[in-house]
């Protein structure tokens, strides 16, 4: 330590015989720099990484959605547009087909998340034996990445050899190879909802499960000095004290399947036909399939607008069961 | 009534007036009726003029969230 005070300060090596402004004065020659100079010092790099690959991206994207470019033509001069390109996808019958078809995704696969969720919390809620093993095994899903569900998927549900037609001609007789679930228009969109299902539930577990451990024993020992059933107890105590959580988990994961593009890609790439193409499908088809590059910055910075405006509201309810 | 007790009763109605909530009610059905539109079967000039909606709200929002509670 001597020896580093030497080095740092090497004309006050008698400092210890010096008054305390002449040495807080040496002290600030010596590192010339205020608390929040070095503050900013350790930040700025985060914020120029931010402003390098979050804020630049969007403010080109947004200049970019006002003009013509089409990068296949990438030669021909920038023209600026205007609104038109916001006009053309607001008036595009295909567009709007390709975002009821992902809200149809949207509600019934958040449907039916909450319900599994929902009742995986109220079984993992009883402690029973090897309770913290299968509660391991039920989040399994969810920690794998959207890629090798979608592949893994992919192959389960081959007609010729995936177990999954297999186990489905076992219950009803219908031969296995005679149906594919991710190539008919019927079974396609409902192959994307139970594989979302399959892997999201467990976080919707999650959250009721906090819903459920959140509500205190008392009510539920008062309940039964009235001797309210169990059904009772379950519509008017347990329900109403967990659906700030579950709107929570709707909202949130509502949100995640209106942004969802990688697991259905994988798993259909928006087919058979366009039955399960999705808006993000869509918007990844228009850049870099017809690169048309001002048309789908308009298409991104729409749908970028909706989920910004959701994830306020996903704020908002998530500042109320703070509050709770 | 004093100048004083007229400058606070008009400072509490403006308060009331510009109050947080019931802005970030009004944003959120903005926002959410404009999400509705967005996705909705019915009407194609529904969806026309779902981004504004949404937009409208949105900003609206960003702004209502600055006024006092």
Redesign the interface.
């Known amino acids: 330590m001597d020896k580093m005070t030497t080095i740092l300060q090497p004309d006050h090596a008698t400092i210890a015989g010096v008054s305390e402004p002449a040495k807080s004065r040496a002290a600030r020659r010596v590192h010339g720099l205020s608390d929040r100079t070095i503050a900013w010092l350790f930040v700025a790099p985060t914020i120029a990484l931010l402003l390098a690959i979050n804020i630049f991206p969007l403010v080109w994207m947004i200049r970019l959605s006002f003009t013509s470019l089409n990068l296949s033509m990438s030669y021909l001069p920038l023209r600026f547009v205007g609104l038109d390109n ?1 006009s053309d996808i ?2 595009d ?1 295909d567009i ?1 087909f390709r ?2 078809t ?2 149809q995704f949207v509600i019934c696969s958040v449907a039916l998340q909450v319900v599994v969720g929902f009742g995986l919390a109220l079984l993992i809620n009883r402690q029973f034996r090897g309770h913290s093993f299968w509660t391991t095994i039920i989040l399994l899903p969810m920690m794998l990445s959207p890629a090798v569900v979608g592949n893994f998927w992919t192959l389960l549900l081959q007609p010729q050899i995936g177990p999954f037609n297999y186990l489905i001609s076992l219950f009803t007789g219908v031969p296995p190879s005679s149906f594919s679930m991710t190539g008919q228009v019927a079974l396609a969109p409902w192959t994307i909802v139970l594989v979302d299902t399959w892997m999201w539930a467990p976080y919707v577990m999650l959250i009721c499960l906090a819903g459920l451990r959140s509500i205190p024993d008392y009510i539920y020992e008062a309940a039964e000095v009235d001797r309210a059933s169990a059904w009772r107890q379950f519509w008017s105590i347990t329900l109403p004290m967990t659906v700030p959580f579950l709107m929570l988990a709707v909202l949130f994961r509502a949100i995640e399947n209106f942004k969802m593009f990688d697991m259905v890609n994988l798993l259909t790439s928006g087919g058979p036909g366009s039955t399960t193409e999705l808006v993000s499908i869509t918007l990844k088809r228009a850049a870099f399939e017809k690169w048309r590059t001002g048309y789908s910055s308009a298409l991104a910075i ?1 749908l970028f ?2 989920v ?3 994830a ?2 996903y704020v ?1 309810a998530l500042n109320k069961v703070k509050q709770r | 009534m004093s100048d004083s007790a007229v400058a606070k009763g008009a400072k509490g109605t403006l308060h009331r007036f510009f109050g947080r909530g019931r802005w970030e009610a009004v944003a959120m059905t903005l926002i959410g009726g404009g999400i509705f539109m967005l996705v909705q079967p019915f009407s194609i000039d529904l969806y026309s003029y779902s981004f504004v909606t949404i937009l409208a709200g949105t900003v609206g929002f960003v702004i209502v969230s600055h006024f006092p509670e």
């Open positions: 916001f607001l008036n019958e709007w975002l009821q992902t809200a729409i607008v909706t910004f405006g959701a306020n509201i908002k």
